[in-house]
């Protein structure tokens, strides 16, 4: 068959995803029990696992970043990445797929979840990595296994292949038969399944769904579909070569069986794991790196320990790596090493160096971020990936409690966006708030668990103020005058000023018509100055758009005039004439689009609906079967809390974008209402 396709390929990285309480962090327990790197199994539940090992992820029992954890299995080297599977903290699963070598996708038949499946495997299909999926909880399964694959079937674009099939006995799971191997296996709880004889309906069974896998994989090998025709057995071994080139290749997507919860199926994962996952030097090809001796890796992940600064989790694609050198990275930056770590647990076992595969921990690496791709070389490499945070869509205005804690709070928001930069800081500069955006509710309440417990740093928190605005609808001529008469030099400043409304959207003009001279060209800017400073908040307590402003006459004194005096007149002027010119509230609207799975929508048109929202139009998302793509015009008060109810509908799979569109005017009690609250809050 030439060469082995089934051959170790040195340290591997593999991926643990799936949707949100499928059995990740259960499933890593076990391989690490299994393979003895722990003595014994933790749980999620009592907080003893080796996986959400923050307190976050203890507090909430699930979890919130990505775990790293390796172990040997007959010899190679493992590093699994235990991935989040709720939506909000998705980021840690996309800025560490480019550097895996494999993913296993744990499902379980719960339709609910189809959704989320789509949205991992989509993820994983776009960056070509070879997946397998693991149907965990198969104790609790209470459907034949051709009906739960055809439930998982149309989240994958490519075919979904049985490995295995269970062994019933009444109507409970007692064991699995392994397709390729064509023997079968009775499960023994925490212990190696036991072979048993294959025979009677499991036989029958067995060969049936054995053709069944050799057809799908036929699609894609003419002399294997030559040998089905003419009833010829194949040969096992090509069988295997067949199993792991369509892998590799992103042809087909194995199926295996287990229960995380009682280790059952985790050897036989393992097993398929090592002979048909690929290594790090088909990763390497797949992200285009070319030959080089010169270490390159790829940063997939950055943390900031409480006594052991900062960490850059790296994938080694090529070269060695010793400590103390001195990397560059696509941006530039410049870095040396100040110690090499082993990618698991507190992060304390140091290491001399590291080799192309191995997955580790760079100390000190302080301007090195996420998803930066570093080497040895004397000039910068190029970027192997660029992986974008998701649009955030939930923001919290925060401020620290104590006022000493302003910087120690800056600092802390700045490790926490190194960390997960989908978490993004903006200040307002209306309101001078520092306004934290996330990926929903859960994302922004850890990231607040984390200013407190690691960083020390107590907050309170509120909504973000609406970026509400007011106009005018009748124009006016207004003087406005100020003059004051101290010892010495007095103040005076006149001016007479043209104020009318402007088209929705034409923002701010300044015009002069000054003749005569009745004020001085050098005073001009200072008038300007004086209606901008009046525009800031007007009568209805918020900031004036849409407003034509003339200056057309004035008066000065040669000895009391100065800027300041004309400023504060035209502040004045403007100040006086705006509750004569019938000021009206204005709102933002935005347009919203909202990604959702079909049988979802009336539920999302109905939820729009009851926040004002305007549907301009639905239609099915492109590329995406089963899920549709609603458009809408909002208030912006109206979205603040939207992705709430938009993940309740979905299951956790919806989620939306939004862009500022126009200003539209508030009447009536709603207006009303706006302005009261306003004013008692200021």
Not at 85 to 106: Q, T, W
Not at 498 to 518: N, W
């Amino acid at each position: 068959m030439g060469h082995d396709l089934r051959s170790p390929r040195g340290p591997r990285c593999i991926a643990l995803v799936g949707p949100f309480q499928s059995g990740k962090t259960t499933l890593l327990e076990a391989i690490l029990a299994r393979t003895g790197a722990i003595p014994r199994t933790g749980s999620v539940d009592a907080g003893t696992s080796v996986g959400d090992a923050s307190p976050e992820a203890r507090h909430h029992k699930m979890s919130v970043a990505m775990t790293a954890a390796t172990t040997t299995f007959m010899g190679d080297s493992y590093t699994f990445l235990d991935c989040p599977g709720s939506i909000e903290f998705i980021h840690d699963m996309r800025a560490a797929l480019p550097a895996v070598d494999a993913a296993i996708v744990v499902c379980e038949a719960d339709e609910k979840k189809l959704p989320q499946l789509q949205l991992i495997l989509r993820e994983l299909e776009e960056l070509r990595i070879p997946r397998f999926l693991f149907l965990n909880k198969i104790d609790r399964a209470n459907a034949r296994i051709r009906e739960t694959l055809a439930t998982l079937q149309p989240a994958s674009r490519v075919p979904l292949v049985l490995r295995q099939i269970p062994i019933w006995k009444g109507e409970l799971i007692e064991g699995f038969v392994d397709l390729a191997l064509e023997r079968a296996f009775i499960y023994r709880e925490h212990k190696a399944s036991e072979v048993v004889a294959l025979e009677g309906g499991d036989l029958d069974r067995e060969k049936e769904a054995r053709f069944s896998m050799l057809e799908k994989l036929a699609d894609h090998d003419d002399s294997l579909m030559e040998q089905l025709l003419e009833d010829i057995p194949p040969p096992r071994d090509a069988v295997f070569d067949d199993l792991a080139r369509e892998l590799r290749e992103g042809l087909i997507c194995p199926v295996l069986l287990g229960s995380a919860l009682r280790e059952n199926g985790v050897l036989r994962l393992m097993k398929a794991l090592r002979h048909e996952a690929p290594g790090v030097a088909d990763t390497a090809k797949r992200l285009g790196v070319k030959e080089t001796k010169e270490a390159l890796g790829y940063v997939f992940k950055t943390l900031h320990l409480q006594h052991g600064g900062k960490l850059s989790l790296t994938r080694l694609l090529s070269g060695h790596l010793d400590d103390g050198a001195t990397l560059h990275a696509a941006s530039g930056e410049a870095a040396r090493v100040s110690g090499i770590l082993a990618a698991t647990g507190a992060y304390d076992s140091k290491r001399a160096g590291a080799e192309a595969g191995d997955t580790i921990a760079l100390g000190k690496l302080e301007t090195v971020k996420t998803g930066e791709t570093i080497a040895t070389g004397k000039t910068a490499p190029k970027a192997l990936a660029k992986v974008d945070p998701c649009p955030p869509v939930l923001a919290l205005s925060i401020a620290a409690v104590d006022r000493k804690d302003d910087v120690k709070l800056g600092q802390a928001l700045q490790r926490l966006h190194e960390e997960d930069p989908s978490l993004t800081m903006v200040q307002n500069p209306r309101t001078h708030d520092t306004v934290l955006w996330g990926q929903g509710e859960m994302h922004l309440r850890v990231a607040l668990e984390r200013l407190r417990d690691r960083f020390g740093v107590n907050v309170k928190s509120h909504a973000p103020a609406i970026g509400y605005q007011e106009t005018i609808r009748k124009p006016i001529t207004q003087r406005g005058r100020h003059k004051k008469q101290s010892g010495g030099h007095g103040q005076f400043g006149d001016v007479v000023l043209d104020i009318k409304p402007l088209p929705r959207g034409e923002g701010f003009q300044f015009t002069e018509k000054v003749v005569g001279g009745a004020v001085p060209r050098n005073y001009i800017p200072a008038v300007e100055e004086g209606v901008v400073d009046a525009l800031v908040r007007g009568p209805l307590g918020f900031p004036v758009i849409d407003v034509a402003v003339t200056l057309t006459d004035g008066s000065y004194h040669s000895v009391d005039s100065s800027d300041l005096a004309f400023r504060t007149a035209a502040r004045a002027g403007v100040s006086e004439a705006l509750p004569q010119c019938q000021p009206v509230l204005l709102e933002p609207i935005h347009t919203v689009e909202i990604v959702c799975p079909t049988e979802a929508t009336a539920k999302i048109n109905a939820i729009l609906s009851a926040r004002r929202g305007q549907i301009l139009s639905f239609d099915t998302r492109d590329g995406w079967p089963g899920w549709d793509c609603v458009r809408a015009m909002m208030p912006e008060a109206e979205i603040g809390e939207l992705i709430v109810e938009l993940r309740s509908a979905t299951a956790g799979a919806g989620s939306f974008t939004r862009q500022f569109d126009h200003m539209a005017e508030v009447t009536g009690r709603a207006a009303d209402h706006i302005i009261a609250s306003h004013r008692d809050a200021a």
